[in-house]
């Protein structure tokens, strides 16, 4: 097999993966494309053992997430991306090892932040309750 060979029989291969969105291993999952392991997922793509999750896309170990992309070892986190093993993320991109961020960027094991900021865990909650309405209506 020479060079042109190799990328002939590569871009087939992509090309009959492309045209099949088969979820191997996959139960119980709606409107899902591309998955593998996953369980009660709903409209997620290119995810490998996530579970419920919604709207998900490229994404990892996620358990009860929604909208997350490119992130790995999530748990009740949404709107975030390129993220890892992290809780409790909302609105946060390249977040590792934290739990209970919001609206975050780049932090690394930390918690109760607030747009980078740190909180005191009751004062967070506090927060996070005044902006609930006001994020939800966008």
Not at 12 to 35: G, K, W
Not at 42 to 49: V, W
Not at 74 to 84: F, H, I, Q, T, V
Request: glycine share 4%.
């Amino acid at each position: 097999m020479d060079a042109r060979e190799f990328k002939e029989r590569l871009a087939a291969l992509e090309r009959s993966f492309d045209a099949e969105p088969i979820n191997t291993n996959s139960h119980h999952v709606d409107r899902c494309s591309r998955c593998s392991s996953c369980v009660f997922c709903t409209g997620c793509e290119r995810c490998h053992r996530c579970n419920y999750c919604t709207d998900c896309t490229s994404s990892t170990d996620l358990t009860h997430c929604a909208r997350c992309e490119s992130c790995h070892g999530l748990a009740n986190s949404s709107d975030s991306a390129s993220c890892s093993r992290s809780a409790y993320l909302v609105l946060c991109r390249d977040c590792h090892e934290c739990n209970y961020c919001l609206g975050c960027v780049g932090l690394v094991r930390a918690d109760f932040h607030i747009l980078n900021e740190p909180f005191e865990r009751s004062e967070y909650f506090a927060v996070l309750k005044r902006l609930a309405g006001p994020l939800s209506r966008g």
